[in-house]
């Protein structure tokens, strides 16, 4: 029995970036052999084992081999004789099917990861890359996480990811996985290599039909200078991550906050009238489809819906804030507010020539949420009023510390 450390562990070790969960992959046993060493078996697919100690994960070198559509449909052969190199052969990229003997601190790596690490490239192994959709969804992820190290991806890769989206098979991945895949790009420094790798793989549309309609759909110069509201929405989102890192609820509502654009009569273009009302729609539908957790749809119909609000904020008249919190819920929900101000201040400084602008409106906006905030039923004088006479003095106590706080 021979132990590796392998995937990414390996892979962010080479590139010299703090390295996730260690993985561990082990050849020439049998699950009876690992469970009498007291790994506790938790593989439902195949067989992996949690160490007794150390809770990482170990799995038994494996070959996969297409059965069924999707990616679910394998059948895989955990077999003691299946070698370390057929083990790493089955996986995606080769920078992922490097493996180390932790022993003596020899790579494995037959497959020119390192080669690929040193090269900046993203490349997949082998020609199984078609039979697994969801390898596309892993592409582009990791090019959101690796495009601002210099990575690419290789040719050859692109264009079997291009025979995947053509293939159908892309309608297979079910809604969580990609959800998941997506809900980890939006947490990368440059989300928008997310965007446009599946763009250039043809796989946005089938996968993202709402924002694939983005690209190619002009806005007014004046205000968009980079003019493609593809273009945008990829700005868009890399500032979301610049403004607010590891923020996936943030990241979400900033990447939907333009689907209404998509709908435009091209008889209108390049101006889009009323598109933050004609965004909820598709914003609704792709939420159904993703099955997207509901904190995350709340916050996106509210910034879909009220950004260009929030842009004006300085012209509204102070009962017109009020109603416009009411509408976020964030008198109920009150840390919605910072979420909305950052949103709205990528989709500012997403545009050329804006990226390092400011942006008061977000400072203005928090500041008259805390006014209104500042009023509670609590401490006026009610005990004359009854029915919605009480709720209409809330409100009008709230307006006048709106206008105070002006």
Not at 127 to 137: M, N, Q, T
Request: glycine content about 8%; proline content about 6%.
């Amino acid at each position: 029995m021979k132990i590796y450390l392998v995937g990414g562990a390996v892979r962010d070790r080479l590139l010299q970036r703090p390295a996730g969960d260690r993985d561990w992959v082990v050849v020439g046993a049998t699950p009876a052999q690992m469970e009498a060493q007291g790994y506790t078996a938790v593989g439902r697919d195949f067989p992996v084992f949690l160490h007794p100690k150390t809770g990482e994960e170990y799995a038994l070198a494996r070959t996969e081999r297409k059965s069924g559509r999707g990616y679910r449909g394998f059948v895989v052969d955990a077999d003691p004789g299946v070698t370390l190199e057929e083990d790493l052969q089955r996986r995606d990229f080769t920078i992922n099917a490097i493996a180390c003997d932790e022993a003596d601190g020899t790579l494995v790596d037959p497959y020119g990861g390192a080669r690929d690490i040193e090269q900046r490239v993203l490349r997949h192994v082998g020609p199984a890359f078609v039979e697994d959709p969801l390898r596309v969804l892993r592409a582009a992820r990791f090019m959101a996480r690796f495009a601002p190290l210099g990575f690419t991806v290789a040719e050859e890769t692109m264009a079997l990811m291009r025979e995947v989206a053509a293939s159908g098979e892309l309608d297979a991945l079910v809604p969580e996985r990609v959800w998941q895949e997506l809900r980890k790009a939006l947490v990368c420094e440059r989300p928008s290599a997310f965007l446009r790798t599946l763009h250039d793989a043809h796989a946005l549309g089938p996968i993202l039909p709402e924002l694939e309609a983005l690209y190619g759909v002009p806005q007014r110069a004046e205000f968009h200078p980079e003019v493609d509201t593809g273009i945008h929405q990829e700005m868009v989102s890399d500032m979301a991550a610049r403004l607010a890192p590891g923020d996936d609820l943030v990241g979400f509502a900033a990447l939907t906050h333009d689907l209404g654009k998509g709908l435009t009569p091209p008889d209108e273009w390049p101006r889009h009238i009323m598109h933050e009302q004609r965004g909820l729609k598709p914003l609704k539908e792709l939420c159904a489809r993703l099955k997207i957790p509901t904190e995350h749809q709340q916050l996106a119909e509210a910034v879909c819906r009220e950004h260009l609000n929030v842009h004006r904020i300085d012209e509204l008249r102070d009962a017109t804030v009020l109603d416009l919190l009411g509408r976020c819920d964030a008198l109920r929900r009150p840390e919605r507010v910072a979420r909305i101000a950052l949103c709205c201040e990528a989709d500012k400084r997403g545009r050329l020539g804006f990226e390092e602008g400011d942006y008061p409106q977000g400072e203005t906006l928090k500041r008259l949420h805390q006014a209104a905030l500042s009023v509670q039923a609590r401490d006026l004088d009610l005990t004359h009023l009854k029915g919605p006479a009480i709720g209409e003095a809330l409100a009008r106590a709230r307006v006048k510390a709106i206008a105070a706080a002006r």
